[in-house]
């Protein structure tokens, strides 16, 4: 299981990817085309043409993780098609796996406490 805390980094890849690659095939997607590092334990979401599909590498220290969901009806909200990737917060990311619409939550800023005199 795969768990978004906060302090975590999430990449989201905006290109499709062919999902018949597997596990060192992504490895070698974040290594290219994301110019990031797959062994630094930040989660990395790829999604498939049809947005139905989902998949997540992450290394959790001692290997690494392959994830894949897929929506048996709908589709993943993800964003426009252009290169290069996205951060998402640990909150949009568990939005996003739960397949609901995480571009329309948004949060509330919070004013920070003055010190009482």
């Not at 334990?41 to 599909?53: E, H, T």
Request: glycine share 8%; net charge positive.
């Amino acid at each position: 299981m795969i768990g978004a805390s906060r302090g975590l980094r999430i990449l989201v890849a905006t290109q499709p990817v062919d999902f018949r690659r597997g596990m060192n095939g992504l490895v070698a997607l974040v290594a290219a085309a994301l110019a990031a590092d797959p062994y630094c334990g930040d989660i990395f979401v790829f999604r498939a043409k049809r947005r139905d599909r989902l998949r997540c590498i992450y290394w959790d220290g001692s290997g690494m993780i392959l994830s894949t969901k897929w929506l048996e009806s709908g589709k993943f909200v993800f964003p426009p098609v252009k290169d290069g990737a996205i951060c998402m917060s640990p909150e949009q990311f568990n939005l996003l796996v739960a397949g609901l619409d995480w571009t329309r939550v948004q949060r509330e800023p919070v004013k920070r406490p003055t010190r009482a005199a």
